[in-house]
């Protein structure tokens, strides 16, 4: 029989969630409830926990990264966001500073990029609906909405939540990932998901009572309305 897999030691825990700031690095997703680590070399290859082979990522991305949707090398890159620079200064001191926050006195020069500057510094996929911030926040909205949908059937029914199928379901159907479709084919990706929201047994009870399942494009404030029942 396999060995039984050991608990990541609490040390090591603390030292990842502090590494991306109790965030998810690639999304910015900030409940800590939703955070889970996540092996970047699989554990059933070294059967240790390696903090250098580790991150913390949300559900949504830990559940893509374990399929492969993530590339290995972007979850390295998220770890980078982290950096500890060591530099001399004229009287021996250094600075540290803190992402884009105060400079402080200190022996390091410790930079934290959040995953909002690492965004802006990526490229716009031109003609994509990352030239829309609404947009492209919309479906990613409505992506996330169907997940706390399916979250709600799988508590009732006793089902298993795979938190990266609707980014698959997508990509399979549109041919692009959400942050890749274009502006053109924005509407079919909304029909899409909201179709995938309302065929949830939670977003048919809603829907049959009248209840608003969704935040329609046009009243959308880009964090969209994430009440449940």
């Given at each position: 029989m396999p060995a039984t897999r050991k608990a990541v030691p609490k040390q090591i825990e603390k030292r990842l969630f502090q590494e991306v700031g109790s965030r998810c690095p690639l999304c910015g997703e900030p409940d800590v409830a939703r955070l889970r680590i996540h092996h970047i070399k699989p554990y059933a290859e070294s059967a240790t926990h390696d903090p250098d082979e580790m991150v913390v990522l949300c559900a949504n991305c830990h559940a893509d990264a374990d399929v492969g949707a993530i590339p290995v090398e972007k979850l390295y890159e998220a770890k980078r966001g982290f950096r500890i620079i060591k530099f001399p200064l004229a009287d021996a001191t250094t600075q540290c500073v803190h992402g884009n926050e105060n400079i402080v006195a200190g022996r390091d020069v410790n930079i934290?990029?959040?995953?909002?500057?690492?965004?802006?510094?990526?490229?716009?996929?031109?003609?994509?609906?990352?030239?829309?911030?609404?947009?492209?926040?919309?479906?990613?909205?409505?992506?996330?909405?169907?997940?706390?949908?399916?979250?709600?059937?799988?508590?009732?029914?006793?089902?298993?939540?795979?938190?990266?199928?609707?980014?698959?379901?997508?990509?399979?159907?549109?041919?692009?990932?959400?942050?890749?479709?274009?502006?053109?084919?924005?509407?079919?990706?909304?029909?899409?998901?909201?179709?995938?929201?309302?065929?949830?047994?939670?977003?048919?009870?809603?829907?049959?009572?009248?209840?608003?399942?969704?935040?329609?494009?046009?009243?959308?404030?880009?964090?969209?309305?994430?009440?449940?029942?």
């Open positions: 934290r990029m959040t995953a909002a500057a690492r965004r802006d510094r990526k490229p716009t996929p031109a003609g994509t609906v990352c030239e829309d911030p609404r947009k492209v926040g919309y479906l990613q909205y409505l992506a996330k909405r169907y997940n706390q949908f399916r979250e709600w059937d799988a508590r009732h029914g006793g089902e298993r939540m795979k938190y990266g199928f609707i980014h698959g379901a997508y990509a399979r159907c549109m041919k692009y990932a959400i942050r890749t479709t274009p502006i053109d084919a924005f509407a079919e990706g909304v029909e899409f998901l909201q179709g995938k929201i309302l065929g949830t047994k939670l977003g048919r009870i809603m829907n049959s009572r009248g209840q608003r399942v969704f935040s329609p494009f046009d009243d959308f404030d880009g964090k969209g309305d994430m009440s449940m029942p």
